[in-house]
């Protein structure tokens, strides 16, 4: 299993950035997508996930951290195996290394997971930099 993040940067204060991560060697669409970062002396905390959506008939389940609801937007696209992570009104304090992560779906109902413990698979980290 391969996850390979990318699309990481340096950008201004109020900037986009748009991270990408694509998967191999798994069935991707039995795998919650997640994003942590870490920042510099920090530990590494969740940032959004989306769930899966095996039958396609409904919305797969979002879910964000306080700290960037409604300025990140997660997605997937199944059919190319690409999680991908849309930032919008960065700000300094969103400088860190991004990882994506991915976590096997075990059971019908299973919540998303929000620590890093319950990911399977890590991919190595994209770094974004937000200048001031």
Known sequence: VQLQASG????QDGGSLRLSCAASGLIFGS??????RQAPGKERE???????NPLGTS???????DSVLGRFTVSRD???????????????EDTAVYYCAA????????SIATT??????WGQGTKVTVSS
């Open 8 to 11: 990481g940067g340096l950008v």
């Open 31 to 36: 795998y919650v997508m997640g994003w942590f």
């Open 46 to 52: 969740f940032v959004a996930a989306i769930g899966t």
């Open 59 to 65: 919305a797969p389940r979002l879910l964000y951290a």
């Open 78 to 92: 199944n059919s190319k195996k690409m999680a991908y992570l849309e930032m919008n009104s960065l700000k300094p």
């Open 103 to 110: 976590d096997a779906v075990r059971a019908i109902g299973q």
């Open 116 to 121: 890093q413990y319950e990911y399977d698979y």
